[in-house]
């Protein structure tokens, strides 16, 4: 086995190649070779994972069964969604529902608010923030405690209330959550063993509590480029994921975000779904992007964040709310 | 939320699956990534994609369920009936579900074999079909070493696989 053929064959499968080490490959027919074998071994992996037979009959058993546990804790966490979704047939849409479409403010206006608000949702972040300190100074239960504020953020918010939602949100991160943000935040370790082992170790929440919190509250704009699009396709996925994420935790739409509103481009009541790396095409570098959508979430476009100009737009193809 | 779910439950159940192997500890471990999914969505907040979160949900949650049955004493050789014994083949497609079974055990016995980095990593990348950036996102390592664990897991699983199958099993996988 050679290890730099097997860098490179596997490297090209996955379209990662550099033009340069693609034109190596593909002038050697033992590096080639490997490519092939490394393109049935993949489509190896993926074929045996298709249902075939009736034993499969019982793979969507168990998955059905996942996604009906799943759903039960949800409705576990959310009695008053669970109750309002019952009620939900042959009535016209749930108050609820209701306010939370109506909250989606154009940015413009959302700019003309009272002062006021944004000193109360600071005051909000300090209160959230205090009480979850005492709390974990307490022993209380994180989970337990954590999850009530959220629901009630979720149900009871409306408009310019999105970033005292989400602040609240950041500051009750559970033990559970918390742990990922962490993961994310580690320095990297140049030993493959110790990489792997800690990224399963943190989500068991053996985290000290003391480095949660900050983790958990972190400005978003640290990692914000982790993400990397290339394509309108890939930007039209990822937006509509983060969209429907949002909305089913009720915790849509984010906070205002007014970057580039008054650019012509932009639609106003446009709505921030923060920055990622997007490249137009592979040919091209990733650069950092400003994700907007409009309020009635039909379509995404990539702006540059320095300038506000339309790098890319999307179609979205999102149910109603 | 369902549609949520069910858009993503089939691929995080392989990827549990070529973690841990085809056992019910991947049914246990695909249930468990579910229901963490759902409990933490509200803490979701878009700075990774939908996608790469919930795999490094079920990644954390396959690799746990995988320390704890190496810590538990094996009951049985076989601990799964889907795994387990073979039906006579009384149809045209019995054929078809010997083979899958077979490859499915040898690529199991197969992904077993290989250190868990690799593993991760080439599962991620053919199974869950991440790209490089999203798996050193998931495995909190840089995407260079995404990389070469791939291209090393993928170089030992195409040894092992070659020298196990017969010439007429699996012909691509043979040098």
């Known amino acids: 086995?050679?290890?730099?053929?097997?860098?490179?064959?596997?490297?090209?499968?996955?379209?990662?190649?550099?033009?340069?080490?693609?034109?190596?490959?593909?002038?050697?027919?033992?590096?080639?070779?490997?490519?092939?074998?490394?393109?049935?071994?993949?489509?190896?992996?993926?074929?045996?994972?298709?249902?075939?037979?009736?034993?499969?009959?019982a793979v969507a058993g168990v998955q059905e069964r996942a996604i009906v546990a799943a759903l039960a804790a949800f409705d576990d966490l959310h009695p008053r969604r669970a109750a309002a979704a019952e009620q939900m047939p042959e009535q016209t849409p749930e108050p609820t529902v209701e306010r939370r479409a109506g909250s989606v403010v154009p940015i413009p206006s959302r700019r003309g608010l009272p002062s006021w608000l944004g000193?109360?949702?600071?005051?909000?972040?300090?209160?959230?923030?205090?009480?979850?300190?005492?709390?974990?100074?307490?022993?209380?239960?994180?989970?337990?405690?954590?999850?009530?504020?959220?629901?009630?953020?979720?149900?009871?918010?409306?408009?310019?209330?999105?970033?005292?939602?989400?602040?609240?949100?950041?500051?009750?991160?559970?033990?559970?959550?918390?742990?990922?943000?962490?993961?994310?935040?580690?320095?990297?370790?140049?030993?493959?063993?110790?990489?792997?082992?800690?990224?399963?170790?943190?989500?068991?929440?053996?985290?000290?509590?003391?480095?949660?919190?900050?983790?958990?509250?972190?400005?978003?704009?640290?990692?914000?480029?982790?993400?990397?699009?290339?394509?309108?396709?890939?930007?039209?996925?990822?937006?509509?994921?983060?969209?429907t994420a949002w909305r089913t935790a009720g915790t849509w739409p984010p906070p205002p975000d007014d970057r580039c509103v008054d650019a012509a481009t932009a639609p106003t009541d446009a709505i921030a779904l923060g920055e990622v790396a997007y490249a137009v095409s592979e040919a091209e570098a990733l650069r950092p992007a400003l994700l907007l959508t409009d309020g009635s979430t039909s379509e995404v476009r990539a702006l540059d964040p320095s300038d506000c100009r339309v790098l890319d737009e999307a179609e979205l193809d999102l149910a109603a709310p | 939320m369902e549609e949520l779910l069910r858009r993503h439950t089939p691929r995080l159940h392989a990827v549990c699956r070529r973690v841990i192997g085809g056992s019910r500890d991947a049914d246990d471990a695909l249930q468990e990534t579910l229901v963490k999914i759902v409990r933490s969505l509200d803490r979701f907040d878009g700075r990774s994609s939908f996608t790469t979160w919930t795999h490094r949900i079920a990644t954390n949650t396959a690799l746990d369920e995988l320390r704890r049955r190496r810590r538990r004493p094996p009951l049985h050789l076989v601990d799964d009936e889907r795994d387990g014994p073979v039906p006579e083949p009384a149809d045209p497609?019995?054929?078809?579900?010997?083979?899958?079974?077979?490859?499915?055990?040898?690529?199991?016995?197969?992904?077993?074999?290989?250190?868990?980095?690799?593993?991760?990593?080439?599962?991620?990348?053919?199974?869950?079909?991440?790209?490089?950036?999203?798996?050193?996102?998931?495995?909190?390592?840089?995407?260079?070493?995404?990389?070469?664990?791939?291209?090393?897991?993928?170089?030992?699983?195409?040894?092992?696989?070659?020298?196990?199958?017969?010439?007429?099993?699996?012909?691509?996988?043979?040098?």
């Open chain 1, 119 to 243: 000193a109360a949702a600071a005051v909000v972040l300090v209160l959230a923030a205090g009480a979850l300190l005492v709390s974990r100074g307490s022993g209380q239960d994180q989970d337990e405690a954590s999850t009530e504020p959220a629901t009630l953020a979720v149900t009871d918010d409306a408009g310019a209330d999105g970033a005292e939602s989400r602040s609240a949100e950041a500051a009750t991160a559970t033990e559970e959550a918390a742990p990922m943000v962490a993961a994310e935040d580690a320095p990297e370790s140049a030993d493959p063993g110790e990489d792997a082992t800690s990224g399963g170790a943190t989500a068991e929440g053996d985290i000290a509590p003391g480095t949660e919190a900050p983790a958990a509250i972190e400005a978003p704009e640290t990692a914000a480029a982790a993400v990397e699009l290339v394509g309108s396709t890939a930007l039209a996925a990822y937006a509509e994921e983060t969209v």
């Open chain 1, 1 to 57: 086995m050679n290890t730099d053929r097997s860098h490179d064959a596997s490297a090209y499968l996955d379209g990662a190649s550099t033009p340069a080490e693609r034109a190596a490959v593909e002038a050697d027919p033992v590096t080639l070779g490997e490519v092939e074998r490394f393109r049935a071994l993949r489509d190896e992996l993926r074929r045996t994972d298709e249902p075939v037979d009736t034993a499969d009959a």
């Open chain 2, 93 to 175: 497609l019995a054929d078809r579900v010997i083979g899958s079974v077979a490859d499915r055990l040898a690529i199991d016995e197969a992904l077993a074999t290989l250190p868990e980095d690799f593993r991760l990593a080439v599962v991620l990348r053919d199974v869950g079909d991440l790209d490089y950036a999203e798996i050193a996102e998931v495995l909190d390592v840089p995407v260079g070493t995404v990389k070469s664990r791939i291209a090393r897991g993928r170089a030992q699983l195409v040894e092992i696989l070659g020298n196990r199958s017969a010439p007429d099993r699996r012909p691509t996988l043979d040098p």
